[in-house]
């Protein structure tokens, strides 16, 4: 009887929480934070939530505290756990670029190259994955802590790795970036016991199927549009390749709709070919989920 | 001519006010509220709206100082308002649970049974339902009216009376529920004689049909997916037996396409088996009105 | 080689701000606006955001600061900006009627038309277009020019002319408009030169199509419902005249499904009558964008 | 040995909060509320505070949860407890007049006395005193309890029972005041046993004398001048008479340094005076607390 | 008989309101702003308070719509407006300083002197200062008005004319000050027929007196001593010449008690020096008023 | 020349902040910190400041980013740093108790001595003090870096190390204290080798005078009171036996004034005492500054 069975997972405190809980409820779940509170309710008997910053989920997740959980891939990496990586999730069309973690010094900085800061300092919150960078190099570089606001230490001390998704706030500092450090994308991870136990892993991969179906559908729609036959064979070139669009007849036997699911950046930019290509009543409309 | 005749209708203020918004416009109309201002704007010149709180709206109600309002039902109950019920709503899928009005005591406290209270003091915001619950039961407890964090009082007094959703607040702050008082929804609620007039009751008739609408869409998602005739039997058998999904045939004369509307909490359920029986391009979409 | 050329845009920041972002979400485009940033991020390589007060944008358009941007008709008037008008945009469901710039006094002032203001003070925002409009009626009116909260001096000098868009402002202050001085809609502008190098006009071009089927989205809804066929002639008579109903064929050959776009405002008129004329299953969804 | 023993007071939770916190610090005490507390640490190991809402202070002491407990004289007579009034005490410069519940109706009412509202319904959070005072005056006044933003249902009902301290809410909501209904004050009371028993009621007596010394403070300041002893009769001459100054020898034998306590609006009046008079050196300095 | 006289000033709205409300207190006043109101309450009934902005004050005091008000020279200077300063007042020890504004231009702009803006674009708030100080110099500079965030504009004109305090916030920004145009303080300014009415004149002169003894008491503090008569001399010496410092006997006749009003900058210098000289018992206590 | 010498200090970013302005306020400069910016001004053109989270401040002063700062002790330890600890400080009323760093389990944990962690897991935010603490008693006790909200974790691993100021946040998480590992007070610290440059160390000791008064005057208030010759000696008997109250005398010779400085706490169990003994006119006064 698996009806008492309760798969305990860790919800990203801070900045992604209120993606998370969209994500969440993309994916088909009503996941309540209220805002001083550590375990948000969800509308499922089966799971249960609990809060953690994003810098030190893995460390929970490794321990067996929590079953699964969100975090990054960075902080995965810093804390140097040892945990089942599920899958990979974009959390938002406005970030799902990879988050960027990279090694900057100011503008009028002597330092054009990574050995320039040979024997320097340099502040981090990403401690451990820059020393082992600086390392790996043969580079004699002090690592230190920074409690938060790095890119304003970058004239105190020799240089920062601080993270950037556009590169703007660094440029605001007046700062320049020298590396690439590490690149980062959300992942959904699991306690490698927890993930070894036969209802664990069903329950865990069926989230994750929802979760991505949830995460996917971020940057994409659906394209709904009315053809005449004769006009059809343009209107489908148009469309990306691998795209198999749902063609179905109408009452009217000259025309067909045509259905596709594309991403938005792409559908932004055929829309006027379509129309001019003879389309007509075109609607866009946003997804919860999609599942290839 | 019924071109200036106008409905008015009581808004709930407070917690309840952005819900509402939203469900106004899954059901067609632009409420508009100001952070101030107690006379919401709607895109209706046949609607006329006024903010009261969910705790005195149904006398206003009641008075025909409105000619109908949204409330819960525990706040009828109290008032002991004599109103006409139109129709229960469902306000978000996070809160489609009846919110329930629960007797608390302290953790460590002796009472285990409500007549462990007799001759005690009971602190609640509820104070005209839980005297009545009380006395019905020939227990003598004394009600009195909290303003407010009632919880907090639940170790001056001998018990509360509290609304809790999940129980979670009543964890937090180390109570134990000993018996559940009420068990209330939200409801649409108008004036006796307002729903006599011909007029106004198909008004607010009309108002409940799209009510109601969004408030079933919010628990429920569209899903499509394509699937070979062959399979169709298998796929149409994960389907909850009581829905009658729209079978569209496609361009392709060997695959058909399904669609059916569904609660979030089935789909989330059924999409993995629905892909193991051979449905492919499988999206969920979000709805604003569902009319069976 | 395009590639490396780019469309300045000018993003208003302020009460716009918002829903300028949802609207470029609708037409596929991730937005992404800092609490303080003045650049905000987008998605699209070929497009550059700077934020500018709507008040000031078109000067910053006709200068060629900017290629394009969006602000209102009345800020357009007001800075006497020479820019082309690509077109007309409405940005909510709540706020589809124009802005109106009226004239008010207080309740209790002996003016009742605009010549009793002759030799008066006038307190406004619009500066310019109040006082044209005094001059081309022949009256001589001090404009002085109000920074915010303009209502409140209405008692102090003899009249102002402020924005409503229900008017309900006024009624709060006690105030009685006498006359409309202009009526505003939101535009998408551009810069002269811009519009004539070939590729900015295109890129314009695109962008004013996504940017008008986002904003036709907003007033829009999808609806969906099945029909028997014996039933369908009744059913597609509720329709508006204007609309032409995709109807497809079903599995059970008796029933066709008809889906149509329409008004939010449209739509929740008809559904109660669709339901009586045999229609089942009717869904209603939102949409992202509309091209008819 | 009284070393353990504790009085039990009440701070009062809400507008009054602050200036509570103001009150013992000028007293003499380090009372501590964090934002979502409700038991203020004190640095005073006999005393133990809670916070209770101003309306509901006078049954918890009268109950005995509290010992003693600051709240309104309103209060205390709606809940028509049974306590001792120990003092009274002004909170603050601001709104050192009573605060004056009173009886307002929209300006454009017919009602131009009490009597106009007989068999009338009116609003307020002031049920039971309102409710007597139509009864001693043989009017049938239906009186309704209201949820906050009473003045807003001025127009819904016959008129309201509001508080008001300058009157400038009600004429921003364009109502007229009648009546006025309860003069109240601020007071520390005290249950009745708790201030039969020796150490409580020496504790109690103690705590008002440096709560009445800290409020008689805020309306008060010291004021220093230095003048010559032949104009000193004139300069004490414009003190007020009852005020006795302290009337110090300077090292210089031909001048005298004059200090008296005294109300800061006589002293605003009379300090132009006081120059005229001869008098230099003026200062003035704010205390925290007068026992005359 | 001038009992019903009122005299109508003008308090500050915005980033001065709190100072402004301050400086009252210490002058003696409790002016009282809630936070939405325009009207703030005062306990003078002689006094009646409106808010507007800083930038429009003189304007409604030039118009006679009030009889005085508090504004900066800077707005007077560009609202050219023709009425009574009474006094210059200096808001508070932080800002003691005149606020400048200042032109200024990219860091790597080419410009070094106002010369090389010649034929250029600038934005700024203070649009007539700015034109008439380019217009003095016989340059041909466009003067735009800018919203607000002017220090972002920098990039996108030729330079700005923009208020600061220390120059810091010009720093963020990588902005260079190329001259000062505007040194501007605070100012008390009277309507100039107010100001020739006997009554309100005196009223006026009477507020001149305590709002300048307030405003001159944040920048100094009392202090006082006990020193030995034989170390008497070595201490005077080390206070600032100008001050005569009250010296009063003590019961110990071979000590005196020395007490002194001086700036807080001064104090903190000659505090430890006072301390060498043998002084002891040094207290500083805050001031709320001083007239010399 | 010292003219253009400057001291670098840093200021704690964070709760601290605001008492860190008031304390340099009370010592005579008006530190100037704005909301988002890391370098407040300060009227003093010999100082420079920099704002850091108190966590990291003892790193930046032992490296010479800074040549003083304002941290805890607990900090200094935590980071290990060497610097030279120039006075303490006590930061306010409310807090002048030491914070204290607890070991503290959940209620029902069985553990009841620090024994019964071994071989367990603890979370704190102070990680190597909490290491040395175990490692020094011969425990094997996991101690790992906790991103904040320390208490929720209790239940999650086996015990939390987390400051204390009162004890009742872990009283409101049902946690027990089972011992202290650090007890801390804020500190004023400056850099080695910055210390040992003359000018400096100059700077810095009058700094410290300064601080170390305005520190002291948060618990002091000052105290002033007429009696009559006679009852001298029981007035003075009152008061604490280590003071030196200043007496002088008044014009009328059978009285003396008497002025003291003490303890706030000491005041209010006084004040009664000394109105019994006959003295009269008592005033209560705040202080800036103390120096014995």
Chains 1, 2, 3, 4, 5, 6 share one sequence.
């Not at 798969?7 to 998370?20: H, N, V, Y």
């Not at 994500?23 to 008997?45: E, K, M, Q, T, W």
């Not at 993930?195 to 664990?200: I, L, T, V």
Request: glycine share 6%; hydrophobic share 40%; net charge negative.
């Amino acid at each position: 009887m698996n009806e008492n069975r309760v798969l305990r997972i860790g919800i990203p405190k801070g900045s992604l929480t209120d993606s998370t809980v969209d994500l969440f409820s993309r994916a088909g779940f009503a996941l309540n934070v209220s805002r001083r509170g550590y375990y948000p309710s969800i509308d499922d008997p089966e799971l249960e939530c609990i809060m953690f910053r994003a810098q030190e989920m893995s460390r929970y997740v490794e321990d067996g505290v929590l079953d699964a959980g969100l975090t990054g891939y960075d902080w995965i990496r810093e804390n140097g756990s040892d945990v089942h990586q599920v899958c990979e999730l974009s959390y938002s069309k406005a970030t799902s670029r990879p988050a960027r973690w990279v090694l900057a010094v100011p503008i009028e900085s002597k330092a054009q190259a990574i050995e320039d800061l040979d024997g320097g300092v340099v502040a981090t919150e990403l401690v451990n994955v820059t020393r082992q960078y600086f390392e790996e190099r043969g580079l004699n570089v002090k690592t230190e802590f920074s409690w938060g606001t790095t890119e304003v230490k970058a004239r105190l001390v020799d240089g920062i790795v601080e993270l950037t998704e556009t590169g703007s706030s660094l440029l605001a500092n007046n700062l320049r970036i020298i590396d690439e450090i590490l690149s980062s994308t959300p992942r959904f991870i699991a306690n490698r016991q927890a993930y070894d136990d036969p209802w664990k892993r069903e329950k865990i991969e069926s989230l994750a199927v929802l979760l991505r179906g949830a995460s996917e559908a971020r940057a994409k729609v659906g394209l709904k549009l009315n053809v005449a036959r004769r006009n059809l064979k343009k209107v489908l070139k148009i469309l990306p390749a691998e795209l198999s669009p749902t063609i179905s007849s109408l009452a009217d036997e000259h025309f067909v709709a045509v259905e596709v699911i594309l991403e938005a950046v792409v559908e932004r930019k055929i829309v006027p070919e379509l129309q001019r290509a003879g389309a007509s009543g075109i609607i866009v409309y946003p997804l919860n989920k999609v599942i290839p």
